[in-house]
């Protein structure tokens, strides 16, 4: 049965590194802890991609990555700007060296964690391409910071309300999607370049909703079911600072102190119990919260919805740093986050989210 088809829809030039950028990388999709081909990006023909004048800032890949069961999903992106060297000769040892983190990363996962994969698995692509870097590629060649997003089954399935239409002023190309990687990367002299890689996932519109006809009954510690698991699966998601819950069905004194650890950070009756309210925010209503705040300009001392948008937020552009508690107070941990995203996207680093730091975080 065909859940959800998750498409490599294309790549977006957001800021050129130099006047012209000759661009080649990867993308690799892993499903739960199965590693699929490596995509080398351009195929065969073209040595490289060229980004950087008008009409030159998004490529459509329209590429398949994968159709099937809604599982957790990991999806990885490389990019490296070339310069000289033997372009297919370095693309074929950047595969490789994706190929090989993807089989290492899942090797180290202890007991079901895939919803940790994103992490190590960046670390792994960091540690491979600085090493080719210093092995193989051009000694111009600037190689750009991997990076990495989990998707879980329930994003996978309610993935058409976050579907989006990417368009530049600059291009008349278009892009769909519902999620985005991006990489970043800083050359020599200092100058910074950032790519996005999109991503579309297209649930089958018969296929069962997230709720897979379980429901939102009340839960305590001792229940057990499916609908425990359910209630597992969508806390990983929305605590993705903690460790990962075993997604077990069992409401035992971990799966309690989460809950409890949840609704302090949404702010609603801290008790343990999982009722009405704290089922409505976990399958939504913290999203809708999160959308109706708008983009005020937050600072240290904010708190509230705007803030937890802006921690997921951050933590989806920087996926190789530990994330961020998405819990609504903007400490000195998420001032120091959105500096160095205001540092990798080159704008103003100053810890404030005002409109150009929104503006990016939300491109």
Same mark, same amino acid.
């Given at each position: 049965?065909?859940?959800?088809?998750?498409?490599?829809?294309?790549?977006?030039?957001?800021?050129?590194?130099?006047?012209?950028?000759?661009?080649?990388?990867?993308?690799?999709?892993?499903?739960?802890?199965?590693?699929?081909?490596?995509?080398?990006?351009?195929?065969?023909?073209?040595?490289?991609?060229?980004?950087?004048?008008?009409?030159?800032?998004?490529?459509?890949?329209?590429?398949?990555?994968?159709?099937?069961?809604?599982?957790?999903?990991?999806?990885?992106?490389?990019?490296?700007?070339?310069?000289?060297?033997?372009?297919?000769?370095?693309?074929?040892?950047?595969?490789?060296?994706?190929?090989?983190?993807?089989?290492?990363?899942?090797?180290?996962?202890?007991?079901?964690?895939?919803?940790?994969?994103?992490?190590?698995?960046?670390?792994?692509?960091?540690?491979?391409?600085?090493?080719?870097?210093?092995?193989?590629?051009?000694?111009?060649?600037?190689?750009?910071?991997?990076?990495?997003?989990?998707?879980?089954?329930?994003?996978?399935?309610?993935?058409?309300?976050?579907?989006?239409?990417?368009?530049?002023?600059?291009?008349?190309?278009?892009?769909?999607?519902?999620?985005?990687?991006?990489?970043?990367?800083?050359?020599?002299?200092?100058?910074?370049?950032?790519?996005?890689?999109?991503?579309?996932?297209?649930?089958?519109?018969?296929?069962?909703?997230?709720?897979?006809?379980?429901?939102?009954?009340?839960?305590?510690?001792?229940?057990?079911?499916?609908?425990?698991?359910?209630?597992?699966?969508?806390?990983?998601?929305?605590?993705?600072?903690?460790?990962?819950?075993? =997604? +077990? *069905?069992?409401? %035992? #004194?971990? $799966?309690?102190?989460? /809950?409890?650890?949840?609704?302090?950070?949404? !702010?609603?009756? =801290? +008790? *343990?119990?999982? %009722? #009405?309210? $704290?089922?409505?925010? /976990?399958?939504?209503?913290?999203?809708?919260? !999160?959308?109706?705040?708008?983009?005020?300009?937050?600072?240290?001392?904010?708190?509230?919805?705007?803030?937890?948008?802006?921690?997921?937020?951050?933590?989806?552009?920087?996926?190789?740093?530990?994330?961020?508690?998405?819990?609504?107070?903007?400490?000195?941990?998420?001032?120091?986050?959105?500096?160095?995203?205001?540092?990798?996207?080159?704008?103003?680093?100053?810890?404030?989210?005002?409109?150009?730091?929104?503006?990016?975080?939300?491109?």
């Amino acid at each position: 049965m065909t859940d959800v088809k998750v498409m490599w829809t294309g790549l977006e030039c957001r800021v050129r590194q130099e006047k012209k950028d000759d661009i080649f990388g990867t993308v690799q999709l892993i499903v739960g802890k199965d590693p699929q081909p490596v995509i080398k990006f351009p195929g065969e023909g073209s040595a490289t991609l060229v980004f950087g004048p008008p009409g030159m800032r998004i490529f459509t890949a329209q590429q398949l990555l994968y159709s099937g069961p809604a599982k957790d999903l990991t999806v990885s992106a490389t990019l490296v700007e070339h310069d000289s060297g033997d372009v297919e000769k370095e693309k074929a040892a950047v595969a490789q060296a994706v190929s090989t983190a993807a089989s290492t990363a899942v090797a180290g996962l202890a007991g079901g964690g895939v919803a940790t994969l994103a992490l190590p698995l960046v670390e792994l692509l960091s540690d491979a391409l600085v090493g080719l870097g210093a092995e193989l590629l051009g000694i111009s060649d600037d190689v750009y910071n991997p990076s990495a997003i989990a998707l879980s089954r329930d994003q996978l399935l309610s993935a058409n309300s976050r579907r989006q239409t990417r368009s530049r002023p600059d291009d008349p190309r278009t892009l769909k999607f519902t999620d985005a990687i991006l990489l970043s990367g800083v050359d020599d002299a200092g100058d910074t370049g950032v790519y996005a890689v999109y991503l579309d996932v297209q649930p089958d519109a018969t296929a069962p909703g997230p709720s897979d006809g379980i429901g939102t009954p009340t839960l305590r510690r001792g229940s057990q079911g499916e609908a425990v698991r359910k209630l597992q699966r969508l806390l990983n998601g929305h605590v993705p600072d903690l460790s990962s819950l075993a =997604v +077990d *069905g069992d409401f %035992g #004194p971990a $799966t309690d102190a989460r /809950v409890r650890e949840y609704q302090r950070r949404v !702010e609603i009756d =801290v +008790d *343990g119990i999982v %009722g #009405p309210q $704290t089922w409505d925010m /976990v399958t939504g209503g913290e999203q809708s919260q !999160e959308a109706a705040a708008g983009t005020p300009t937050l600072k240290q001392g904010s708190h509230g919805p705007a803030v937890r948008k802006v921690q997921r937020l951050l933590n989806a552009r920087i996926p190789n740093l530990q994330q961020l508690a998405i819990d609504g107070r903007f400490g000195p941990v998420t001032h120091g986050r959105v500096r160095e995203f205001q540092r990798r996207v080159a704008i103003a680093i100053d810890g404030i989210v005002g409109p150009q730091t929104w503006n990016h975080l939300t491109q």
